[in-house]
T-cell receptor, first 116, second 110 residues
Framework: ETGVTQTPRHLVMGMTNKKSLKCEQHLGHNAMYWYKQSAKKPLELMFVYSLEERVENNSVPSRFSPECPNSSHLFLHLHTLQPEDSALYLC???????????????FGDGTRLSIL | GIQVEQSPPDLILQEGANSTLRCNFSDSVNNLQWFHQNPWGQLINLFY???GTKQNGRLSATTVATERYSLLYISSSQTTDSGVYFC????????????FGQGTILTVHP
């Protein structure tokens, strides 16, 4: 139990569907992250939220839309995805994300997404 | 951006053997973490070690920040140690941006 819970664990969707990934952290952290892990590639940071404000958008296509309603919850809304978006999507949280904050990140178990 | 290189890319061990995994990075960092990703995709924190040495059971890690490398030691390996080991670093000028290496795929045979 890492204190970061992601749902669903698996998701299969068509390219025209709209779905959302959910992440919840129970660690009292105030920063949350979305990462993407494609086959045979290192994890790539997608978005960073600090105190519910987005502080980093790593050139992610607009078909991925993050939402952070409070410091404990993070969503990733998906629409009109492409087959190459099939990947493992990981959420993480940490205590603080200001420059030089020096805080470790804790990861959820991920959502394995398959686009048909 | 910062470059992170891990070696070796693949490692096959017999149960009980010891091993050393290496992580080199191209710039100064204020955060370095080692993770183990199991076959189910779960990413488990092993160490938060921007500098110095830490030990946790059969695992230990050392980061020499001035020389820009970190080592992960696994002693008396077990089959449950199999998986992918990632090193990830964060620069002091970034906003929580962890950059991951390509990982070392470890297979431990009984």
């Amino acid at each position: 139990e890492t204190g970061v819970t992601q749902t669903p664990r698996h998701l299969v969707m068509g390219m025209t569907n709209k779905k959302s990934l959910k992440c919840e952290q129970h660690l009292g952290h105030n920063a949350m992250y979305w990462y993407k892990q494609s086959a045979k590639k290192p994890l790539e940071l997608m978005f960073v939220y600090s105190l519910e404000e987005r502080v980093e958008n790593n050139s992610v296509p607009s078909r991925f839309s993050p939402e952070c309603p409070n410091s404990s919850h993070l969503f990733l809304h998906l629409h009109t995805l492409q087959p190459e978006d099939s990947a493992l999507y990981l959420c993480a949280s940490s205590q603080g994300v200001w420059r030089g904050s020096n805080q470790p990140q804790h990861f959820g178990d991920g959502t394995r997404l398959s686009i048909l | 951006g910062i470059q992170v290189e891990q070696s070796p890319p693949d490692l096959i061990l017999q149960e009980g053997a010891n091993s050393t995994l290496r992580c080199n990075f191209s710039d100064s960092v204020n955060n370095l973490q080692w993770f183990h990703q199991n076959p189910w995709g779960q990413l488990i924190n092993l160490f938060y070690i921007p500098s110095g040495t830490k030990q946790n059971g059969r695992l230990s890690a050392t980061t020499v920040a001035t020389e820009r490398y970190s080592l992960l030691y696994i002693s008396s390996s077990q089959t449950t140690d199999s998986g992918v080991y990632f090193c990830a670093v964060e620069r002091g000028t970034s906003y929580g941006k962890l950059t991951f290496g390509q990982g070392t795929i470890l297979t431990v045979h009984p």
